[in-house]
């Protein structure tokens, strides 16, 4: 498993957190499942982290810290975070390697 965070999300990500005043360059990558697909969808969450749990998987990529938790590392396999500005679409992708398909919506990894 990698995490790779592309400069321009890396960027982005720096702009957020220098907008809400947050030090540091720490983060927590995690899947949670959805309804979509009755269930079987997945959504990715990038978010500031306060801590580093003791289980946490942890790894770096472009100046940055992201901790993942072990339910979520489970589902990653090669993983490129980027940011993408425009229509149809703006904000953060992710390609993960361990997808078999999206959901119908477009939005949702599919893993089963």
Known sequence: ?????????????????????????????AIARTRCMGGRGHAYSLQVAKERYADDVALSSNGLSIFVDPASARLLGDVEVSYAEGFPESGFQVANSRSVGKCPCGHHDLFD
Not at 2 to 23: H, M, N, P, Q, Y
Request: hydrophobic share 40%.
């Open 1 to 29: 498993m990698k995490i790779d965070i592309t400069d321009t999300a890396r960027a982005k990500v720096e702009e957020f957190l220098s907008a809400e005043g947050v030090d540091g360059r720490r983060l927590r990558f």
